[in-house]
């Protein structure tokens, strides 16, 4: 029989990941990245850039950390390294192809009509029913010549952190282009060496944008290099529940938020009458556990002397993958000065710096420093050389990104994306996804209908909306880990239920190792 062929755009964690696992089915996979490295955001970070997620959790099912590495909490160095030594140990290097940035995708295929006639993806529910190829027109960043490979099948790792800047819009002359000092977004800084990023900052007074994990440690190393001489202002429209450690009051969150008894407290896509009417009956429950965190990050952080309480409750937190750790010592620079914060729920450019709405005094700075993330969308939509499919993927804009278990795009055939859906440990959720993918091709199971698939997204559309709130757009699965892997183990065949005894399913945490072997 042919061997298909299979694209992979990216060598970071997924793009590893789903390298491995294709190969594990016999496939040919040929990775495409724009790098001259493989690690993806972890090629390079803000200096002061830690793990947010503890170690166990974000790590390769069979590929411990080494016992080098004793912090719980890693640094972008030692991400890197131990991402590295995972494509060595599996010898994933030698199927990838750096320098070569992936320009776009065209699908040579059944025509559209065809497509829209179909009641299975790709025709009949398998990787490769349509018989289609799919054509990467690739880009040497080198030489700038350009290539077209033909495969059967495309697997989207681009990653949702890098790429597309996400920059606020300012009406006409109100933006930027009104301002006389400089203005960067955290990706510039983040690119610049250590200590050019330290003489860039030297001297200058700063405002960081955003209260996300860049803001925070690129006001940290600000503050480091500026103290209160000139301090770092960071402005920022809505406060969060943003960690000291993950043991409130003592007790470890994972035991709080990753076991199957914390999922019974939440209202899950496709739940049924039982356990709706178990969550319904245990929310006091589940808004007591959001107090007992709340009130614990409370005790240890002096939250309230500086208006940062939050409004929302940590599990809306949790359940919108926006959970970091406070780089240490922060509030110490905020009580000495060298920190500012300042809420803005608008703002915009003027000559000296940025005016805020309400305020009289405009807030003069040198710099102005966006760590307002990222537009991964863009950055996958764009992809497509089809309008169609590029209208596929965008979906509605009140809806999240449509994919099936997160993968799949009911519509969009011999096709996957990994890696654009939240979770708490991005790299375990991505390993579970490629291993699911690597079935699917396999030919283990088969997709369901389009129906049945584009029902499951809405009510994870639903679902999402309601634990999300206005971050839904993240499509995170933070609060429901493990309902979501059950669902990928039982379309594999695997039993879901990993742990030994009634009261370890029940109440240990669930984890990477748990599904290293079906
Ligand atoms: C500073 C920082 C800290 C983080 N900390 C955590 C954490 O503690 N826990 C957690 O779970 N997650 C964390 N994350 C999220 C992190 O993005 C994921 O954990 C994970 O590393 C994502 O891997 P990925 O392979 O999906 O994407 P990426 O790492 O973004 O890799 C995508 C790759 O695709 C390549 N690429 C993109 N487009 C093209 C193209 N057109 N052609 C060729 N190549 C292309 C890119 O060059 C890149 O190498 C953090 C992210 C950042 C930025």
New binding site residues.
């Given amino acids: 029989m042919e061997t298909k062929k299979i694209a992979i ?7 590893l990941l789903a390298c491995k696992y294709t190969l594990s089915k016999g496939l040919h996979p040929i990775v ?4 001259t490295g ?6 390079k ?2 200096e002061t ?1 830690k ?3 503890p170690k166990p959790a ?1 790590q390769f099912s069979d590929f411990p950390w080494p016992d080098s590495v004793t912090e719980d909490f890693p640094d ?1 160095r030692q991400v890197l390294e131990y991402v590295e030594s995972y494509a060595h140990r599996f010898d994933l290097i030698k199927h990838v192809k750096f320098g ?4 776009s995708i065209g699908y040579d295929g059944p025509p559209g009509e065809a497509m829209r006639s179909w009641s299975l993806w790709g025709g009949d529910g398998g990787p490769f029913g349509s018989g289609g190829k799919w054509k990467i027109r690739v880009q040497d960043c080198l030489s700038l010549e350009t290539e077209t490979y033909e495969v059967d099948f495309v697997i989207l ?7 597309v800047p996400n920059i606020p819009e300012f009406p006409p002359n109100r933006g930027q282009e009104a301002f006389h000092g400089e203005v960067i977004h955290s990706m510039d800084y ?1 690119a610049m060496d250590y200590q050019a990023a330290r003489e860039f900052v030297r001297g200058k007074r700063v405002v960081v944008v955003g209260l996300q ?2 803001a925070l440690d690129i006001a940290m190393e600000c503050s480091a290099v500026n103290g209160v001489e000139r301090p770092c202002t960071v402005l920022y429209r809505t406060e969060h529940w943003i960690v000291p450690d993950y043991l409130p009051w003592g007790v470890p969150l994972v035991l709080l938020y990753l076991n199957r008894f914390s999922e019974l407290l939440v209202h899950k896509p496709g739940e049924g009458f039982l356990l709706s009417l178990l969550a319904t009956l245990l929310s006091p429950l589940r808004w007591a556990v959001s107090k007992f965190v709340e009130s614990g990050i409370k005790r240890k952080l002096p939250l309230e002397k500086f208006g940062m309480v939050p409004k929302h409750s940590f599990l809306q937190q949790i359940s919108s993958c926006l959970v970091s750790r406070l780089p240490e010592k922060f509030y110490d620079r905020v009580e000495e000065g060298s920190i500012i914060l300042k809420k803005a729920p608008e703002f915009e450019f003027c000559k000296n710096g940025i005016s805020i709405d309400g305020e009289v005094e405009p807030l003069n700075s040198d710099l102005v420093i966006f760590a307002t993330g990222f537009r991964g969308e863009k ?1 996958l939509i764009n ?1 497509f050389e089809s309008q169609l499919f590029q209208d596929c993927l965008s979906g509605s804009p009140n809806s999240i990104v449509p994919l099936y278990r997160e993968c799949i795009h009911p519509q969009i055939p011999q096709l996957a994306v ?2 654009f859906s939240e ?5 375990y959720t ?1 390993e579970i996804r490629c291993r699911w993918l690597a079935e699917l091709l396999a030919g283990t199971f088969k997709l369901p209908s389009i129906k049945k698939m584009e029902e499951n997204i809405e009510e994870w559309d639903k679902y999402m909306k309601r634990s999300s709130g206005q971050y839904y757009r993240r499509s995170c699965i933070g609060a429901l880990h493990i309902w979501y892997n059950d669902q990928l183990c039982r379309d594999m065949g695997w039993n879901p239920k990993r742990k030994k005894g009634f009261f370890a399913e029940l109440f240990e945490p669930y984890g990477p190792t748990d599904y290293v072997s079906p």
């Fill in positions: 755009v990216g060598a970071g964690i997924s793009g495409f990245e724009s790098q493989i690690g993806g955001v972890w090629t970070t803000v850039t793990l947010q997620t974000y972008g070569t940035r992936v320009l790792c681009v990653g949702r952190f890098s790429g983040a994990k860049s950055k992809l990994i890696g979770s708490i440990a991005n790299l991505s």
